[in-house]
Structure formats: C-alpha cells, structure tokens
C-alpha cells in the first residue's frame, strides 16, 4: 500500500488493519465449549422429568455473539444451556432476579455460585468432551427443584453413557500391521541401537519407500530391503530380543509336558518358589490340586 507515492511499512497499518480484521472475527463465549447435540438432549430429557417442564418450552440464549440479556424470554420457559462458566455468577443473578427458570451447566469443582440468590444445585461430576475437545467434569445449576443441593447417579450415568459413544465415533481405528523383515523403518532401527545391536544397511540392498501397495502408509518412510538384507535384520531383531529364560524348575516342568504319567506322579508346582513354600506349609492337599489343574483337556474325573 502507498500514499502519496511513500511505501507504508507494517508498523504504519498495522492498528488499522488489526481492527478492520477484528470485525470479521466471530464472537464466542468466554469458554468457547459448545455442548454435543446428543449430550445436551439427555440434559433436557432429564432436566424435563426431574422438574416436570414441558421440553418444546426450553430456550437457548447462549451463542457466539448473542446477549442473553437482551434475549425475548416466553413465558413460563425454561433455559436449559451451557453457558460462559467464567460469568456463570452474574448469569445465575440475572435469572433469578428476573424469575426466569434455568438449568445450567456449570463446572464440577466450581458449581455453588451465587449461593446468595436461591439457586439450587445439582452435583453428578460427569466428564463432557465438548466440540473443542475440552474434557470438563460437569455439573449443573438451577432455579428448580424443592432442595438446596442434591446429587444425581442417574444423571452421571446417563451423560457418561453419551459421552462415551461420542468419543468412541470421533476415536479413528487405524489398522495396525507388523512390517515384513524387508521393510525397515526408522522406528525399529531405532529399537535395534536401543537394545544395543548394531545393524548396517548398504546402499545397494535398499531403496526408499513411502508406503506400501496394501494402502499401508509408513509414517517417515521406510526402507525397502534385499533378501540378503531382510535375512540380516531378521538376525538383528532375534539378537536384540529380550527373552526371559525358564528357571530348573520350569525347565523340569517343560520335560514333563506331554507325559501323563510323569505329570501324575511329580505333580508340578505353578505358582513360582512361594506357592512351592505355601505347599510345603499346607501339606500335600494342594499337591492334589495342581495335579487337577494340569489334568489334559477331555479327561474324566477318576
């Protein structure tokens, strides 16, 4: 931009500009967390059961840019809404100072507001993924009810109940696949220098992929290996392997394996040296007991 023929630097439009673009900019509530259709419908079939209030009578005043001070209230409706927690106070005050009948959702931790007013409360502490993936424990406010405070079970169950549908339904399952030896990403070698085997790829045993012909995508990218290579970083994932060796004992109990009569007259112990001591202290009883336990599939009871 120029005027007068003089280059305008940024510093020079720059408070112009910003409030120009701040008049596009949509108005949201203090804590911009939009409550799921579905959550707040289970909100409102409670809400409408528990104090008897008719649902097509629920109002909701609270949106980016509206004022729900100037909002036109029907009679004898009631708000049911989410909203702005951090002028939750002033909101409760306005309502019953009106007469106007709510149920609000409020933070858990932070849910006896404006206790001077009359309000009553409703404790149930459900968590509530709302559209800006905040996770908020959730409880609720209101004008109704004949008791000051009352907790709900029933009100929690059935939000977490929603809750946890929309978290599984926006949960993306990925299919997970085990790479072939002749794929090498840089993961697994990573796992390779970790578990302190050192592995080397040549230049002409690889070539660099990014994905493969089964739609499976290789985040970073892998690399394509030789035979000769795939068979050498085989050799390098079983040499990094940690593997728990069998202790005399279980190596005995191996031995016997697939021998009825061995198992039966040396029943084995399973439970590691302390249930051997607790054998030992029990007497033979539970000598009978592993001698059940490792009883072959299909054999009749003697």
């Given at each position: 931009m120029t005027v007068h023929g003089k280059q305008m630097t940024f510093s020079d439009i720059s408070d112009e500009y910003a409030q120009f673009v701040e008049k596009f900019k949509p108005k949201k509530t203090t804590d911009d967390c939009y409550t799921p259709e579905n959550i707040y419908e289970a909100v409102l079939d409670w809400a409408a059961a528990r104090y008897g209030f008719?649902?097509?009578?629920?109002?909701?005043?609270?949106?980016?840019?509206?004022?729900?001070?100037?909002?036109?209230?029907?009679?004898?409706?009631?708000?049911?809404d989410n909203p702005p927690f951090s002028i939750l106070s002033k909101i409760v005050r306005f309502y019953m100072r009106h007469g106007v009948d709510f149920f609000l959702f409020a933070?858990?931790?932070?849910?006896f507001v404006a206790t001077e007013s009359g309000a009553s409360y409703v404790c149930c502490g459900a968590s509530i993924t709302y559209e800006n993936g905040a996770v908020v424990n959730t409880s609720f406010v209101t004008s109704m009810g004949e008791v000051l405070v009352e907790t709900?079970?029933?009100?929690?169950?059935?939000?977490?109940?929603?809750?946890?549908?929309?978290?599984?339904?926006?949960?993306?399952?990925?299919?997970?696949?085990?790479?072939?030896?002749?794929?090498?990403?840089?993961?697994?070698?990573n796992w390779l220098a970790v578990h302190?085997?050192?592995?080397?790829?040549?230049?002409?045993?690889?070539?660099?992929?990014?994905?493969?012909?089964?739609?499976?995508?290789l985040f970073g990218g892998a690399f394509l290996l030789s035979e000769r290579a795939a068979a050498e970083r085989a050799a390098a994932e079983r040499a990094a392997a940690e593997r728990a060796a069998l202790s005399p004992r279980e190596l005995k109990i191996q031995k016997m394996l697939g021998n009825r009569k061995a198992l039966?007259?040396?029943?084995?112990?399973?439970?590691?040296?302390?249930?051997?001591?607790?054998?030992?202290?029990?007497?033979?009883?539970?000598?009978?007991?592993?001698?059940?336990?490792?009883?072959?599939?299909?054999?009749?009871?003697?």
């Open positions: 008719d649902k097509a009578k629920a109002v909701r005043p609270f949106w980016p840019g509206g004022d729900y001070e100037a909002f036109d209230y029907p009679d004898s409706c009631v708000v049911v933070p858990a931790l932070t849910t709900s079970p029933a009100l929690y169950q059935i939000i977490k109940g929603v809750d946890d549908t929309n978290r599984r339904q926006k949960t993306k399952q990925l299919r997970k696949y085990v790479m072939p030896d002749c794929v090498a990403t840089a993961a697994r070698l302190g085997t050192e592995f080397r790829i040549r230049r002409e045993d690889a070539v660099f992929i990014r994905d493969l012909d089964c739609r499976c995508e039966y007259a040396n029943p084995p112990f399973f439970g590691g040296e302390k249930s051997k001591k607790e054998t030992e202290n029990d007497g033979t009883g539970r000598i009978e007991d592993a001698a059940q336990r490792i009883r072959p599939l299909g054999t009749a009871d003697a």
